[in-house]
């Protein structure tokens, strides 16, 4: 099992970019299942990967300090990928400043499938993301549903004007959502969710799975009731909502949130693939 600190200059961002790795190697369990290490590191080798997005002021290490991602990520042979966002809400700056979205959904996957061996396949492909991190994982999968066969949202929503007047109104957490610009700015814009799903399903656009999970303590429990009721009544599929009893914002929450993610309800493999 490798865990690695990536860092490189992004064109997109036109700075320099972090990214943590946890990626699958060869291990005593394959041995001890009969394979070999030349039959494992044959030609074509790929990796499903879990694009994991941190929440608000985060960074790419969160996961692997604070939840047991590295472990999941061998138990189950799945590439984790967990890029620092540095508070700008996985979005494209409505001013002309950095575009993190498409940091994200194009020249990231881009970048990383050229140095390591992740299957660019769309069922092969997950986004996922707490907090702030749920938020961008909703806008990856709505946004661009050809590239994510599902979607993993813990305690996030779907960005909406109603969500963000409230913000506005309390002034909470300012530094976070003042790049999605004011509310008239925001609806109808490109991170409009609500609307843009609403064309989604219009359209007939075929959506990835969405699987959530929220506490019952935690403050973003009626924006995720809010948000599964709204894509479900678009006809989107929502396999798993689940309201853990007891549970804030906390990564007690999240951490049960990633195994059972990768044990039961992503279409995960456990093995290699080979294309």
């Known amino acids: 099992m490798s865990v690695i600190r990536f860092n490189f200059f992004s064109e997109t961002l036109a700075q320099q970019a972090t990214v943590t790795i946890c990626l699958p190697t060869y291990s005593v ?20 990967t879990l694009w994991l997005l941190h929440g608000g002021g985060g960074d790419d290490a969160d996961y692997v300090i604070n939840s047991n991602i590295v472990r999941y990520s061998e138990e189950h042979k799945v590439a984790v990928v967990c890029p620092a966002d540095y508070n700008q809400y ?5 001013r002309g400043g950095a575009k993190y979205f498409d940091y994200i959904v ?26 702030m991190g ?4 909703f806008k990856c999968a709505i946004a661009r549903p050809d590239i994510y066969g ?38 109808n814009g490109p991170d409009d969710m609500w609307s843009l799903a609403k064309k989604q399903a219009e359209q007939g656009t075929e959506m990835p799975k969405f699987y959530l999970s ?20 678009l006809g989107f599929d929502v396999p798993v909502y689940e309201e853990v ?16 993610a990768l044990n039961s309800w992503l279409p995960v493999k456990n093995v290699p693939v080979y294309l």
């Open 29 to 48: 369990r394959d041995a001890a299942n009969g394979m070999s290490a030349k039959e494992y590191y044959r030609q074509g080798l790929k990796y499903q």
């Open 90 to 94: 996985y979005t494209n700056d409505i």
């Open 106 to 131: 194009d020249e990231l996957p881009r970048v990383l499938r050229g140095l390591f061996p992740l299957s660019a396949v769309r069922e092969d492909n997950f986004i996922g993301g707490l907090s």
């Open 150 to 187: 599902a979607a993993l949202i813990m305690s996030g929503s779907i960005l909406s004007k109603e969500w963000l007047e409230g913000r506005y109104q309390t002034g909470r957490n300012y530094v976070l959502f003042s790049r999605l610009g004011t509310p008239d700015e925001f609806e």
């Open 245 to 260: 009893e007891g549970l804030k914002h906390e990564w007690k929450l999240w951490d049960r949130t990633l195994e059972l």
């Open 214 to 233: 929220v506490g019952s303590e935690d403050f973003t429990l009626q924006v995720m009731r809010d948000s599964c009721e709204y894509i479900r009544s």
């Open 134 to 137: 749920g938020c961008g994982a």
